[in-house]
Each structure stands twice: as structure tokens, then as C-alpha cells.
């Protein structure tokens, strides 16, 4: 464990890509196995430890130091793992497990025997080893480095890029010895054959006005851009999944879907609820998303269907080199012969110039199409986001100005500051909350929120300050729905801070009779069809 704790600490104060990079090869070419596989897993977020909860840890830190200390301390430090690491009482014996002992270990003990066992590591352990123990266990871990920086530093032990990696990532498991010994050169490249693995998602680059300008549009084919959620459905010899684009197998949730898929082929598409071939709002999906067992009212109140945008393999052919319109071509002829209920094609948009793309954009809200994807006729499906081959064009985002109520520090590398601000709208002469939002600051702009939250808290409630009520924020956002379980009965989706309204008082900050005007907007979502040229097959 202390091996990996050092990398960690080293990750988080190496700024540089090319030094992080270097960081990680030499981890992973000198640890040998089963560690250096189960650290790649703790960085894949794949390793979990129901039994040894955050509030376990709490406890166990509060019991062996002075409560009250404790609570001032985390108040101060603002997160719990360094919190619990610095305050944790020293021991003279230094012997801290490794991650496989940690793995193997918790995996055999009762719950109740969690605690006893989570405290000996503790006291066998030095401070940064135990922030990162700590961190490891709650899953709260981030390493200063993303998952593909660590695949990519693992390709470059063997001369590889990390899309071979990639290619085989989501047919492996922890503690991922035959990708190492693959790397190493003792055996083959792993072959997932015919199991019904994920495969890497191509992404699009969001469509900027300096892109619009030096655009060959001619080049580019057009379709709509829906609001569901992107998935993944395969179909082998091997089983059928559904996964999302995160490759997470959401496959028990949609039964349905997957007793339409019988024949094989790996395709992507939008995952939607639609009703006689109208597209419900979003928050009608996410009554059927981490649902492990819908039932069947649940599925008859909320049936999903699959708007298709490409295929990946066409029975076992690899088809993802080829450009995309032969893609489109043997897309359509699949589906042709097929014709699988609840699922249909996402038409392409014939257009001239920009300008007929530009005015169908402007309609995306109350076309219920959250904006507009353009393809390059020429694009292989390539994994990640290659530049200029694929772009989004989403409709503008809804804004609301709100008024700043309360502060909670980050996490990670902000967690030192109050980073997480909840704020609301005036319903009369009180203010009501309306949601959170953690992003679309600048670093300058969030020393200077920082500063000001600690110079103006009105009170706390635990690591929460509520401020006075001075800051206005404008809070852009992608729809709002109606929501009982919010206390505005509001639900902003994606919200995040456009710029700080230092030029407007707090009095005229938006009203919550503003805020359901925008919901207005979304309520034509539902007149929508699920296409403005085919309808859904169901």
C-alpha cells in the first residue's frame, strides 16, 4: 500500500502530463502482480468495499480522539480522509497491508469485524499512506491522473498506444494479469472472441462559433441530437448487453430492450421513453434508470425504444475503419433485415448551407432534440474524441440569475475551498433553493467566492455555511422539469455557473414565477415526435 500511497502524492503534485505519465510506467513496470493490477483497479474506480463505510471511519476516528477536536478538524480541513490521517493517533509499528491484502482481506471478513480490522491498518500506517487507504476504501479516490493516463503510461511499456488497451479493457477483470503479462510480452493479446464486451464510444467535440467559421460543411452528414442517454447494445454468440457510454451494463434495467435483440451485431444509440412515437422529457427516463428489476407496470408506464446511430460490428465483421456513410449504408441494411421492435433509425438531415442547420437548431427546445450532431461522411468510429471528425451543435442553455445561499467545500484538490454552492430564487420576499452547482468558474473566480464565503458566513450546519445574501450567479442550465421532491418543485438539469453577476443586486435576482416560465418551455417536449421524419417502432 505504501508504494501506491507514494504515487498518489507524487500524481497530485506532478503537474505535468509527460511527468505523470512517466510517474505511472515506472510504477507499473517495477510493482509486480497481483499489486500493481489491483492499483489499477482502484484508479478504474473497479474495486468496492461495501463494508467499510465513511461513517465507520468516522467513528473509529472520533472514538480514539477528542470528538469535539475531531469535528473542529474536519470542519477546518474540509475532508474526511486527510482529516481522519492527520488526527489518527501515531503508532511505532509501520507495516501497512497491501492492496492485495486489503482486497482479499475485506472480502473474507464479517461486517461487524470491519471495524477492528479498518483500525489496525490505521495504526499500521503513516499519514499519507493512510489518506490513501482511507480515500481507497470509501471510493473516494482521485489520483491527480485519469484512467486513460494510466493506460496509456501501461501501452508505452510495450510500445502500444492506449487504444490497443482499449480495445480489449472491457473484457478483462481485476487484478488484470493477462493484460500485463500480454505487456510484457509472455503471452498473447487477451481476445475477448465472441463474449459481449463494451467497446470504446466515439464522442463529439461541441460545435464552438470558431469552428462554425472554417467549416467545410459539405463534408459533414447531419442528424438530430436526442436527450436520453447514449448506449451501447451488443449481441454475440456469447449473450446480448446493454451498456451505457460509461460501459456500465445497465442490461437488467431495460428488460424489454433486450428481449427485442436477436440478432447479432454491436450498435450505438439513444436510449428514450416514447409513447405512439413521442418523445417524453428526460425526467421520464430516469424513472427506469438503477431500476435492477422494473416491473412490469413500470415498463408499461415508461417503454423506452433505441434511436440507432451506428453500427460497430455487423454479425462478427469489424466495421468501425470503415468511413462513416458505408457504416450508415450497411446500418440501414441490417435494420432492414431485422427490423427489431422498439428500436429505429436516427434520420440524416438533408441541408444545403449552414443557415438550414443553424434555423432547425434554433427550433431544438420545441422540437423536443436537445441539438444538433454533425459526422464527417469520411470518419472511422474511433474511440475518445478525435478532432474535427464528429461535433455537437446543442441548442443554447436556459439561464436564471440566483442568489448564493450556501457554500460546501470541493473535494480532491478543491477541498480546500468552498467550491459547491446551492443557491435560489425569490419566491415573494424569501428566498428558495433551486439547486447546486460545482462548475464553470475560473480558478481566480473561486479564490475570490472562497474568500468572500469565509468573510460573510452567517452560520454553519456542520461542513455547510450559509452567507448572506449579496452574490448573484448566473446559472445556465440544459431544461428544467417539474419536481415534488424538490423544495423550489423545480429540477434544473445540468446547472452550472455562467458568470458572477457583479453588476446586479441581490433584489433583482430571478423570481420562482421565472423559473416554472422555463419549465414551460419543456412542456412542448411532449407534443414532440420522436423524429420530424420517421416515427418510433414499438
Wanted: proline share 7%; charged share 25%.
Amino acid at each position: 500500500m505504501k508504494p501506491f500511497a507514494d504515487l498518489l502524492e507524487r500524481l497530485l503534485y506532478s503537474p505535468g502530463r509527460l511527468a505523470k505519465i512517466a510517474l505511472l510506467r515506472d510504477y507499473f513496470a517495477t510493482t509486480p502482480d497481483p499489486d500493481r493490477g489491483y492499483a489499477l483497479a482502484a484508479m478504474a474506480g473497479a474495486l468496492r468495499f461495501p463494508g467499510a463505510k465513511a461513517a465507520t471511519l468516522r467513528k473509529l476516528a472520533a472514538d480514539r480522539t477528542d470528538p469535539t477536536l475531531f469535528a473542529l478538524s474536519y470542519d477546518f480541513v474540509g475532508d474526511l480522509a486527510e482529516t481522519i490521517a492527520l488526527i489518527w493517533p501515531g503508532s511505532a509499528a509501520f507495516q501497512p497491508p497491501s492492496l492485495p491484502e486489503i482486497v482479499d482481506t475485506l472480502a473474507g471478513t464479517k461486517r461487524d469485524d470491519v471495524p477492528v480490522l479498518l483500525a489496525d491498518w490505521l495504526d499500521r500506517s503513516d499519514p499519507s499512506t493512510r489518506i490513501a487507504l482511507i480515500k481507497l476504501l470509501t471510493g473516494g479516490l482521485r489520483v491527480g491522473a485519469s484512467l486513460r493516463l494510466a493506460k496509456t503510461a501501461i501501452a508505452e511499456i510495450a510500445a502500444l498506444g492506449a487504444d490497443d488497451i482499449e480495445e480489449i479493457w472491457h473484457g478483462l477483470e481485476a487484478p488484470y494479469l493477462p493484460l500485463f503479462n500480454w505487456i510484457e510480452g509472455r503471452t498473447p493479446r487477451p481476445d475477448p472472441a465472441s463474449a459481449p464486451v463494451f467497446r470504446p464510444v466515439m464522442l463529439a467535440h461541441p460545435l464552438e462559433a470558431r469552428d462554425i467559421a472554417t467549416l467545410d460543411w459539405s463534408a459533414y452528414r447531419a442528424e438530430y441530437k436526442y436527450d436520453g442517454i447514449r448506449i451501447q447494445l451488443v449481441s454475440t454468440p456469447g449473450g446480448t448487453r446493454l451498456y451505457s457510454r460509461t460501459a456500465d451494463d445497465i442490461s437488467a434495467s431495460f428488460p424489454d430492450i433486450m428481449a427485442n435483440m436477436k440478432a447479432h451485431a454491436v450498435l450505438d444509440g439513444e436510449l428514450l421513453v416514447a409513447r405512439h412515437g413521442v418523445i417524453a422529457p428526460f425526467n421520464d427516463l430516469q424513472q427506469r434508470l438503477n431500476r435492477k428489476k422494473p416491473s412490469a407496470k413500470l415498463q408499461q408506464q415508461y417503454p423506452v425504444c433505441i434511436r440507432l446511430y451506428d453500427i460497430l460490428f455487423d454479425g462478427t465483421e469489424d466495421v468501425r475503419a470503415l468511413p462513416f456513410d458505408t457504416r450508415r449504408t450497411r446500418l440501414e441494411a441490417w435494420y432492414a433485415t431485422h427490423t427489431p421492435p422498439a428500436m429505429d433509425l436516427s434520420p440524416q438531415i438533408p441541408f444545403t448551407a449552414e443557415a438550414d442547420l443553424a434555423a432547425l437548431r434554433s427550433t431544438a427546445r420545441t422540437d423536443g432534440i436537445e441539438g444538433l450532431m454533425l459526422k464527417r461522411g469520411d470518419s472511422a468510429y474511433l474511440p475518445g474524441r478525435p478532432r474535427a471528425a464528429w461535433w455537437k451543435w446543442k441548442r443554447d442553455p436556459l439561464t436564471l440569475d440566483c442568489v448564493l445561499m450556501y457554500a460546501q467545500r470541493g473535494h480532491g484538490r478543491r477541498s480546500s475551498f468552498y467550491s459547491d454552492y446551492t443557491f435560489g430564487v425569490w419566491d415573494n420576499e424569501t428566498l428558495t433553493p433551486i439547486g447546486k452547482a460545482y462548475s464553470g468558474y475560473t480558478d481566480d473566480e473561486l479564490t475570490t467566492l472562497d474568500q468572500w464565503i469565509r468573510a460573510h458566513t452567517t452560520a454553519r450546519f456542520g461542513p455547510v455555511r450559509e452567507v448572506e445574501k449579496h452574490i448573484v450567479l448566473e446559472i445556465a442550465f440544459d431544461a428544467a422539469q417539474i419536481s415534488p421532491r424538490h423544495k423550489s418543485g423545480i429540477a434544473l438539469r445540468f446547472p452550472r455557473i455562467l458568470r458572477i453577476r457583479t453588476d446586479k443586486p441581490a433584489h433583482e435576482a430571478d423570481t420562482i414565477a421565472t423559473a416554472r416560465s422555463l419549465v414551460g418551455l419543456e412542456a412542448k417536449q411532449d407534443q414532440g415526435t420522436l423524429s420530424p421524419e420517421t416515427p418510433a417502432r414499438r
